[in-house]
């Protein structure tokens, strides 16, 4: 059984671009969350999608979004890139319920510069 | 508030020898979840435990065992006769009965030395 799919697994950006990055779930689980994690912030929530519906979101600015796809595929997209951006992503998978371990992708290492 | 602390910043032990990672939670929930996950230097975290509120029984897999105490809000986490491979960070986090988000630790970084 494939695990969760995080691509790329490397950017580099320059300050004030966009960039997306993507998320395969584990096959058959719906809910896809996604976590940002820095040296000085730690793992911190950014949002959770289920069934193509935002159903939680973090404390991050308008600048972070994010979609959910019919095959439960997941994107994140940042907006003007901040230096403060750079970070290691994390995309998590659940089955659907609460009542359930997430499971984590090797994330994608986003550098600004 | 939900708050997950994990005051042991750095532990080094050498081979063989047992090692304990605290792990102390805050919350107004009833129903909750609580997990460990490992953190090697490729990224991912790797699941290694989950715990609901209504279940303090103690766990134990293999060399790792977990010590799950409501009445200090406690969930710790052993290994025994440490090795080199679990040189990782440990992440212990707190989820509330309803929503997927998860509270994360500071982490500890535990350094085995051969």
């Known amino acids: 059984k494939a695990g969760v799919t995080q691509t790329p697994r490397y950017l580099i950006k320059t300050r004030g671009q966009q960039v997306t990055l993507s998320c395969s779930p584990i096959s058959g689980h719906r809910s896809v969350s996604w976590y940002q994690q820095t040296p000085g912030q730690g793992l911190q929530f950014l949002f959770e999608?289920?069934?193509?519906?935002?159903?939680n979101k973090g404390n991050f600015p308008g600048r972070f979004s994010g979609r959910q796809f019919s095959n439960s595929r997941s994107e994140m997209n940042v907006s003007t890139l901040e230096l403060g951006d750079s970070a290691l992503y994390l995309c998590a998978s659940s089955l659907a319920s609460t009542d359930t371990e997430a499971f984590f992708g090797q994330g994608t290492r986003l550098t600004v510069v | 508030a939900q708050k997950v602390t994990q005051a042991q910043t750095e532990i080094s032990v050498v081979e063989k020898e047992d090692v304990t990672l605290d792990c102390v939670y805050e919350t107004r929930d009833t129903t909750y979840y609580l997990f460990w996950y490992k953190q090697p230097p490729s990224g991912e975290l790797v699941f290694l435990i989950r715990?609901?509120?209504?279940?303090?029984q103690n766990e134990i897999s293999g060399r790792y065992s977990w010590n799950f105490q409501k009445s200090t809000s406690s969930f710790n986490f052993t290994i025994t006769a440490s090795q080199v491979v679990d040189s990782a960070v440990y992440f212990c986090?707190?989820?509330?009965?309803?929503?997927?988000?998860?509270?994360f630790g500071t982490g500890t970084l535990l350094a085995v030395q051969p």
């Open positions: 715990r609901n509120s209504f279940d303090e």
């Open positions: 999608y289920f069934s193509e519906t935002q159903r």
């Open positions: 986090a707190l989820r509330g009965g309803a929503t997927n988000k998860l509270i």
